[in-house]
């Protein structure tokens, strides 16, 4: 268990929809990132926030957002949801830095 | 460039043998590198780190080797055991990025009794 936590840990969805997944880092780490895991990319880096704030982007659609509340706890959101954002979506927490990244276990989107 | 997963290669090897994973990346100034395993249905777990100023770290059963001439990674994993079946991720992070992790396709390891 890497402390992270993530919910919920499956969702299934229909295109055009909305979903939230949340995740709460392990205690004491500043950071979350959220990253894509898809048969045909791999893991993908989707965003960074620390302390609250967006710190790194990556791949990243403009239909998705994410934001970091003051608790720690991020929400990544999903929106005019297509067939293609099916994925498994990680989210990974750390001190910040050069430093190790631990994620948690993860949650699986189907969108039909 | 970014390193993708379209392909995953398999190593198979017998229980009690040492496996050894390569991974070659992308980014000549990435200074930091991990190695992650994942189980089936499981996020990615932390196994071992490197630094760009070490060549060789050691862990419990496992070590990372570290060319930065030739952007080349691999783990050593010794007396493998059938606990260890699982895809093998390594990954990079750029220096003075953020700590955006670049992971690699994966190579998956299955433990033959």
């Known amino acids: 268990d890497s402390g992270v936590t993530q919910t919920p840990k499956h969702l299934i969805t229909a295109t055009g929809q909305r979903v939230t997944l949340r995740c709460s880092p392990r205690?004491?780490?500043?950071?979350v990132y959220w990253y894509q895991q898809s048969l045909d990319q791999g893991l993908q880096f989707l965003i960074q926030?620390?302390?609250?704030?967006?710190?790194a982007k990556g791949n990243i659609l403009e239909r998705f957002s994410a934001q970091q509340f003051p608790d720690l706890h991020s929400e990544l959101n999903l929106s005019s949801l297509e067939l293609g954002d099916s994925a498994l979506y990680f989210c990974?927490?750390?001190?910040?830095?050069?430093?190790?990244?631990?994620f948690g276990p993860g949650t699986r989107l189907l969108v039909l | 460039g970014e390193s993708v997963g379209l392909h995953l290669p398999t190593l198979s090897v017998q229980e009690g043998d040492n496996s050894i994973i390569n991974c070659a990346y992308s980014?000549?100034?990435?200074?930091?590198f991990i190695w992650y395993k994942q189980e089936s249905g499981k996020g990615p777990q932390f196994i071992i780190d490197?630094?760009?100023?070490?060549d060789k770290r050691q862990g419990q059963r496992v070590t990372v080797l570290l060319n930065k001439t030739v952007k080349h990674l691999s783990l050593q994993i010794a007396a493998t055991q059938p606990g260890d079946s699982a895809v093998y991720f390594c990954?990079?992070?750029?220096?003075?990025?953020?700590?955006?992790?670049?992971f690699g396709a994966g190579t998956r390891l299955a433990v033959h009794p």
């Open positions: 990974a927490s750390g001190k910040g830095g050069s430093e190790t990244q631990y």
């Open positions: 205690s004491g780490d500043l950071s």
């Open positions: 926030y620390y302390n609250g704030e967006e710190r």
């Open positions: 980014n000549s100034a990435s200074d930091y």
């Open positions: 490197i630094r760009s100023n070490m």
């Open positions: 990954a990079e992070s750029p220096s003075g990025g953020y700590n955006k992790l670049i």
